[in-house]
């Protein structure tokens, strides 16, 4: 029996429209113990991604955790056993850790990588130098395709993938917009992400022509990760060939019923629009490929990231809330255990 005991974040109901923290439950249990070929991680950083509304719901989806179980997510930690000669006591790994204080690595089964702190701070390997930065970076380059002068719309700009799509187009030569929630966010977009320019789209009943003052020249790719109205008023104002990147669909509380919405067939027509969802999941084999350049572009001061920690594994379900309110000011983590590298 291990030596450590384990708290960890279970599900125990799913959700019917936003998250709630009454739908998880903090259990305690033995660590697992490592097998042969496998590794301990003691967890150090976790996190709350928008995504997870749709991995606890009913409805169908590309990734989804069962009631009893250990809430997923990403996260990274700090090797403290090994049987395996390709791992040693003190390495940073990042991989699906869950809502828990101890995981597992099965190098054969998981996908991970080891974080090098050289590079950047640890918890950053979760946020811009790890998986925001991977959303951001294929959804961005890989499916929407931005040409130098062609302009960029994106939703949630002031959030951890939103922020780091605005400046990834940025380097690109694109002129950026940004919707998000609040003039306080208008504001980091602004001046902190590098937008060209911010609406505040609850501070407004007319959202559109907003956009069309920011946007004269049409929008070329929407970087979208609400869906819902926006996505409606959005698609009136591309560009003949035009992209849509689908990364999130925050904007909708539940599936079932499917809501009901503009009928937007004419738009895609008429411009021949190109609308594509996409899985990070499925661009596991090329993390390297996007790390090198984010690793480039961050160490010549060419980006810059937030971050919003909450402390304590007990604080992840609020912390998860949270998104959905617009209340994180930055990537949003839970420190599970003490960072050894500050």
């Not at 113990?33 to 989806?61: F, R």
């Not at 989804?64 to 403290?80: C, D, L």
């Not at 390709?86 to 101890?102: D, L």
């Not at 070329?220 to 409606?232: A, F, K, P, T």
Request: net charge negative; glycine share 10%; proline share 4%.
């Amino acid at each position: 029996m291990s030596q450590y005991k384990n708290r960890r974040v279970i599900l125990i109901e799913r959700a019917k429209a936003l998250p709630k923290t009454e739908l998880f439950s903090v259990i305690e249990d033995h660590a697992p113990e490592p097998s042969s070929g496998e590794v301990l991680l003691q967890n150090i950083y976790v996190t709350a991604d928008p995504g997870m509304k749709g991995w606890i719901s009913n409805a169908k989806n590309y990734a989804s955790v069962e009631t009893g179980a250990t809430m997923s997510s990403f996260g990274v930690g700090i090797v403290i056993n090994s049987n395996n000669p390709n791992f040693v006591i003190g390495e940073f790994i990042a991989m699906n850790t869950g809502w828990q204080e101890y995981s597992i690595l099965n190098p054969e089964t998981s996908t991970y990588r080891k974080v090098n702190i050289d590079n950047g701070p640890l918890s950053a390997s979760l946020g811009l130098l790890g998986h925001s930065g991977f959303t951001a970076y294929f959804g961005l380059l890989h499916v929407g395709q931005p040409k130098s002068g062609e302009t960029v719309l994106v939703s949630t700009a002031g959030g951890s993938v939103g922020s780091a799509v605005g400046q990834f187009a940025k380097i690109k030569g694109c002129k950026t917009v940004g919707l998000t929630g609040s003039d306080e966010k208008v504001e980091l977009c602004v001046n902190e992400f590098g937008y060209d320019h911010a609406i505040n789209y609850k501070g407004t009943d007319q959202l559109i022509n907003e956009i069309a003052k920011c946007c004269p020249n049409g929008i070329d790719v929407y970087y979208d990760n609400v869906g819902g109205d926006i996505l409606d008023s959005v698609l009136s104002l591309m560009n003949q060939n035009g992209r849509v990147v689908i990364c999130g669909t925050a904007a909708t509380e539940g599936w079932n019923p499917p809501p009901k919405g503009l009928r937007f067939e004419r738009n895609v027509l008429v411009n021949r629009l190109r609308i594509q969802g996409f899985i990070l999941f499925d661009y596991r084999d090329k993390y390297e490929e996007a790390l090198k350049d984010i690793y480039d572009w961050y160490s010549k001061g060419m980006l810059n990231y937030r971050e919003d920690i909450a402390e304590g594994l007990e604080n992840a379900p609020q912390a998860l809330c949270n998104l959905y309110s617009g209340l994180n000011k930055g990537r949003q983590l839970i420190r599970v255990s003490k960072d050894p590298t500050i």
